[in-house]
């Protein structure tokens, strides 16, 4: 059974930073692509970022640079690093698994975590 336990969500001030993790077996993190997804209130569930660790190709949404998604081999997650948030990063992230299926949309991944708050103040 696929397991993906996010954490390190919470409350930050604008302009902060705020470190995800994504706790996976070596297997997911060898064999699949991890991707991250966002989800405000009333929203539809939005791409943020994956890896695909065997080859380390990335990819990201437009963010500007803010977001960094990376694996930690130390800790077996994929980590995502948030800098300098804004209150419309609000929303409950989720990391996800898959293997096929687009990179960017819901599609691409068979395996998802529970989520983990992350509320930005102005």
């Known amino acids: 059974q696929v397991q993906l336990v996010e954490s390190g969500g919470g409350l930050v001030q604008a302009g902060g930073s705020l470190t995800l993790s994504c706790a996976a077996s070596?297997?997911?993190?060898?064999?699949?692509?991890v991707g991250w997804f966002r989800q405000a209130p009333g929203k539809e569930r939005q791409f943020v970022a994956s890896?695909?660790?065997?080859?380390?190709?990335r990819d990201y949404r437009d963010w500007g640079g803010r977001f960094t998604i990376a694996r930690d081999n130390a800790k077996n997650t994929v980590d995502l690093q948030m800098d300098s948030l804004k209150p419309e990063d609000t929303a409950v992230y989720y990391c996800?698994?898959?293997?096929?299926?687009?990179?960017?949309?819901?599609?691409?991944?068979?395996?998802w975590g529970q989520g983990t708050q992350v509320t930005v103040s102005s």
């Open positions: 890896i695909r660790v065997s080859s380390d190709s």
């Open positions: 070596e297997n997911i993190l060898n064999n699949y692509r």
């Open positions: 996800a698994a898959g293997n096929s299926g687009p990179i960017r949309t819901i599609d691409g991944y068979q395996y």
